[in-house]
């Protein structure tokens, strides 16, 4: 059975229809796991916080922890405990301020697929539109392009920029304690060759050396995610065209 002009550009125009529905679906999942993200984020930023204030008792309180489980340790493990709990806690430190650094990407990453989206689906509106043949005094297949710019647009990116100021706030907060509370004062020179020594330096610069590692991709990131933004038609197909060129 053949199908005619008019029955292929009614299948066609349907597909798209299909397409744009699935589109949004996907807006929306990708939206919902980065709230969840979001939250997680400033959870962590706060729990770190927290655990960083409290780095003193951090080794006393594992060392309780730890001789309460196991009562029946020696004198010579006990020694040893008191030796590698503030280790462990620096160790717990450390992992928190990777975690900032993992979560941040991700919400970026997250948030970069959701802009791509977006932009892409205002996009395609005009052509469903000419698909389905819709007079331009109808505002169907407008929502995420002309319906958005005239009704929510401004609401939108006001909260997007306070999500944007909280965060920020508090990353600078975070990791400026943590570059104070860590930077090793005490440590003036490479120490000598000596396996005591140097396992001393590396005790006392090992969450500094964390941190300044960790921040500078940290606050890239945020930057780049704070320009986010929905490109022009125009710039969307500069960037196709450039990647088809050989």
């Known amino acids: 059975m053949e199908i005619g002009?008019?029955?292929?550009?009614?299948?066609?125009?349907?597909?798209?229809?299909?397409?744009?529905?699935?589109?949004?679906?996907?807006?929306?999942?990708?939206?919902e796991r980065r709230s969840r993200q979001f939250v997680t984020l400033v959870a962590v930023l706060g729990g770190a916080a927290l655990v960083a204030f409290a780095r003193p008792l951090i080794?006393?309180?594992?060392?309780?922890?730890?001789?309460?489980?196991?009562?029946?340790?020696?004198?010579a493990a006990i020694?040893?405990?008191?030796?590698l709990t503030p280790v462990a806690g620096d160790l717990l430190l450390a992992f928190l301020v990777i975690s900032v650094f993992y979560l941040t990407a991700s919400l970026f990453n997250r948030s970069s697929i959701i802009t791509n989206y977006y932009t892409y689906l205002e996009?395609?509106?005009?052509?469903?539109?000419?698909?389905?043949?819709?007079?331009?005094?109808?505002?169907?297949?407008?929502?995420?392009g002309d319906f958005y710019a005239a009704m929510g647009s401004g609401i939108s990116n006001l909260i997007g920029r306070c999500y944007k100021a909280i965060l920020g706030f508090l990353l600078v907060f975070f990791f400026a304690a943590r570059l104070f509370f860590d930077y090793p004062a005490d440590v003036v020179s490479l120490p000598p060759l000596?396996?005591?020594?140097?396992?001393?330096?590396?005790a006392k610069t090992f969450l500094f050396a964390i941190d300044v590692l960790i921040v500078i991709p940290t606050i890239w990131l945020f930057v780049r995610f704070v320009r986010l933004g929905p490109m022009t038609r125009s710039e969307v197909r500069k960037r196709m065209d450039g990647q088809r060129r050989p």
Do not use: C
């Open 59 to 75: 080794a006393p309180s594992l060392e309780a922890i730890i001789r309460e489980r196991l009562p029946g340790l020696d004198s």
């Open 194 to 202: 000596d396996r005591t020594a140097i396992l001393t330096f590396v």
């Open 79 to 83: 020694a040893r405990l008191k030796e």
């Open 123 to 144: 996009q395609i509106e005009g052509e469903i539109r000419k698909a389905f043949q819709i007079p331009t005094d109808q505002i169907v297949f407008t929502r995420e």
């Open 5 to 31: 002009a008019a029955g292929l550009d009614a299948v066609r125009a349907a597909a798209m229809a299909e397409h744009y529905q699935k589109t949004m679906d996907l807006v929306t999942h990708h939206w």
